[in-house]
Nanobody
Framework: QVQLQAYGGGLVQPGGSLRLSCVVS????????MGWYRQAPGKQRELVAL???????NYADSLKGRFTISRDNAKNTVSLQMNSLKDEDAGVYYC???????????????WGQGTQVTVSS
C-alpha cells in the first residue's frame, strides 16, 4: 500500500523558518497533485499549498510570499519551506498526494500522519 511520511516539524521562534518534507512510498505508477494542509488547535483543517506534477503551484492567499511548496519527482517528495513564521502558523501540518496505483484506474487521495509545528519565543 502507498504511504506518506511527513518530517521536519518542530519548535521555531516567531519570524523563524522551518522546512517540512513528505515522502511517498509503496507501489504506484504516478503521483499527480501533492499538497500541504494544516490544522490549528480548535480549528478545521485548511489548505496551505498545492503543487501539480509539472510544478504549477497554488497557495492560500494569506501564506503566499512566506511559504514555498516544491517537489522532487525523482525522490517522490514534496516539501514546504516556511519563512517569517507567526504564532498563527502553529499546528499540525499534513501532506497529501493524488496517487494512481495502476493504469486505467482512478487516482486515490492519500494523507500523511502529520507533523507538529510549534511557534514560540
Amino acid at each position: 500500500q502507498v504511504q506518506l511520511q511527513a518530517y521536519g516539524g518542530g519548535l521555531v521562534q516567531p519570524g523563524g523558518s522551518l522546512r517540512l518534507s513528505c515522502v511517498v512510498s509503496g507501489r504506484f505508477v504516478a503521483i499527480n497533485d501533492m499538497g500541504w494542509y494544516r490544522q490549528a488547535p480548535g480549528k478545521q483543517r485548511e489548505l496551505v499549498a498545492l503543487i501539480a506534477r509539472g510544478g504549477i503551484t497554488n497557495y492560500a492567499d494569506s501564506l503566499k510570499g512566506r511559504f514555498t511548496i516544491s517537489r522532487d519527482n525523482a525522490k517522490n517528495t514534496v516539501s514546504l519551506q516556511m519563512n517569517s513564521l507567526k504564532d498563527e502558523d502553529a499546528g499540525v501540518y499534513y501532506c497529501n498526494a493524488e496517487i494512481r496505483r495502476t493504469w486505467g484506474r482512478a487516482t486515490q487521495l492519500k494523507w500523511g500522519q502529520g507533523t507538529q509545528v510549534t511557534v514560540s519565543s
